[in-house]
């Protein structure tokens, strides 16, 4: 086993040779007054940087424990000179939501490549999550109002081109021509499926082919009658 006393090194601050301790063999200095001066001077030499976020800016910052040197490695790796701004750089900008954008030449439609949650993409903005198209119209168009939604002309949900987007109602968006629902489906049918006669409507708007609601009411009352008879 090798013995600490006879391994010799060389202080990096005043070039004393001095003999490590065995749990600090990797120390590059002989006491800690000189680890102290050498950050003292380190930090002392450094020049100022600026915040990446707000621009001001900062230098070292000392311990918050007391200790009368300071943070080096920790300034070397900071970019910013306050929690908050290292909060504010992780918040989404308009600039950065536009450059997800992928333009589709043959459509113009302005497709969001980013995360998507179901049909439409999804964003944390100003602390909530938002869809992108809505997110984009209000920059663009202003605020959308109370009720109303937002329909895509061109069918692609993934589109955040205000061009592509209208203000309508939430019955309007449902029966879309561009939507695929049951709802919407059914209100393009013209005539019946089933036999292709005309739709009739009752008071409250509720359209109903009249040759088949008479064929199915028919067939009801006669299945009634039978089973009348054969009761004792």
């Keep these: 086993m090798i013995d600490p006393l006879d391994i ?58 007391g200790r009368p040197f300071f943070r ?18 992780l918040k989404l900008t308009m600039d950065q939501i536009l450059t997800r954008l992928q333009v589709d030449p043959k459509t113009g439609c302005q497709i969001w490549t980013g995360h998507k949650s179901g049909f439409y993409g999804l ?32 069918g692609a949900k993934l589109c955040c081109n205000v061009d592509h987007l209208r203000v309508v109602t939430p019955r309007e968006n449902s029966l879309a021509a561009t939507s695929n629902n049951m709802a919407a489906r059914n209100h393009r049918r013209v005539k019946c499926p089933s036999c292709g006669g005309p739709y009739s409507a009752f008071a409250s708007g509720v359209r109903y082919c009249k040759p088949c609601r008479h064929r199915v009411q028919m067939t009801y009352q006669r299945k009634q009658r039978a089973d009348k008879r054969k009761e004792p």
């Excluded at 080096?72 to 750089?89: E, H, Y």
């Excluded at 944390?124 to 920059?139: D, I, L, M, T, Y």
Aim: net charge positive; glycine share 6%.
């Design 8 to 65: 010799e090194c060389q202080c990096e601050h005043c070039g004393k040779t001095y003999h490590p301790l065995k749990r600090a063999r990797t120390s590059t200095y002989c006491s800690r007054e000189c680890y102290q001066s050498a950050r003292q001077k380190e930090a002392a030499d450094y020049s100022m940087k600026p915040c990446e976020q707000c621009g001001k800016l900062f230098g070292p910052q000392p311990r918050t424990d």
């Design 72 to 89: 080096m490695t920790d300034f070397r790796n900071r970019r910013f000179c306050s929690s908050k701004c290292s909060t504010d750089s």
């Design 123 to 154: 964003i944390k903005w100003q602390g909530q999550n938002r869809v992108v198209h809505r997110v984009v119209w209000e920059h663009f168009r202003g605020a959308i109002p109370e009720g109303l939604q937002l329909d895509h002309t061109c």
